[in-house]
């Protein structure tokens, strides 16, 4: 059950391959992946080249020209996606100024395409620092990387403890001191918005959604994800599946 699991999480990663698309549309989860300081997520999403992308635009009729300006354009949308999230502006638009200088300097389609993983695994590495920049001990930063990595699993607070070399009761108190949250509701918020960005860009069902993520049943994944949201997980795809589309 578990290796179907990790699968379908892993088929949800690489579903962006089979949208017809171009994946440089700012309404994607392409971008709230790097937003969310999501590495591991970005790297799966990055290991197709933006050559052989489908719905690729045509920009320009000279190859390595239209390459660059999709690669500016990407850029450009990370940048404000990241400053959405949190990320300074200022930082936000100096790397992008910085891997526009690098792209200019490109000779072929196929650096282009080496250096877009680069640039977008950086800003996720920013924003993954980021959200943990309130964080002043490493157990607990320990924890929510461990967290983001395996929302696909049932995580506990035992498990993390054991992860982290401490105990329960003391895990417990400290991040709830760091993050301002108990750890289960902490899980629970982080498991919600892949459940929601789910339910807008793929058509798993709420049942499919609720094994992917490690709920005991679909029923407790209803309840929390209305708990978290204000509504059931249908009328939320009914609300905004894909409307940004």
């Known amino acids: ?29 392409f971008y ?6 999501n590495v591991e ?42 400053i959405e999230g949190g990320l300074e502006v200022s930082a936000a638009y100096n790397l992008s100024d910085f891997y526009i200088q690098k792209v200019d300097k490109c000779k072929t389609a196929e650096e282009v395409a080496e250096l877009h993983p680069f640039m977008c695994i950086d800003y996720a590495k920013r924003m993954r620092q ?11 930063a320990m924890c929510i990387d461990y ?9 506990t607070v035992d498990i993390l403890a054991d992860y ?5 009761s003391y895990l417990s108190r400290l991040f709830k001191k760091e993050t301002g949250l108990n750890i289960s509701i902490y899980i629970q918020q982080k ?13 798993y069902t709420p049942a499919q959604i609720s094994s992917t993520l490690a709920f005991p049943s679909q029923s407790y994944f ?24």
């Open 1 to 29: 059950m578990f290796i179907n699991r990790e699968l379908s999480y892993k088929e949800f990663v690489q579903r962006e391959n089979e949208i017809l698309r171009a994946p440089y549309s700012p309404e994607l989860e």
């Open 32 to 37: 709230s992946v790097i937003k969310s300081g």
């Open 41 to 82: 997520k970005t790297k799966e999403l990055c290991k197709q080249s933006i050559l052989t992308k489908q719905g690729l635009g045509t920009l320009s009729e000279n190859p390595l020209r239209n390459v660059k300006y999709h690669f500016v354009i990407t850029t450009a949308l990370i940048a404000r996606y990241c």
């Open 130 to 140: 980021l959200r943990k920049k309130k964080i002043t001990s490493k157990p607990i």
């Open 147 to 155: 967290i983001y990595d395996h929302l696909h699993t049932r995580i």
């Open 164 to 168: 982290v070399k401490l105990t329960p």
């Open 191 to 203: 498991k919600i918005e892949t459940a929601k960005n789910m339910l807008i860009y793929s058509d």
């Open 222 to 245: 209803t309840e929390i994800f209305r708990k978290h949201s204000g509504m059931t997980p249908i009328k939320y795809r009914e609300q905004f599946f894909r409307t940004m589309e």
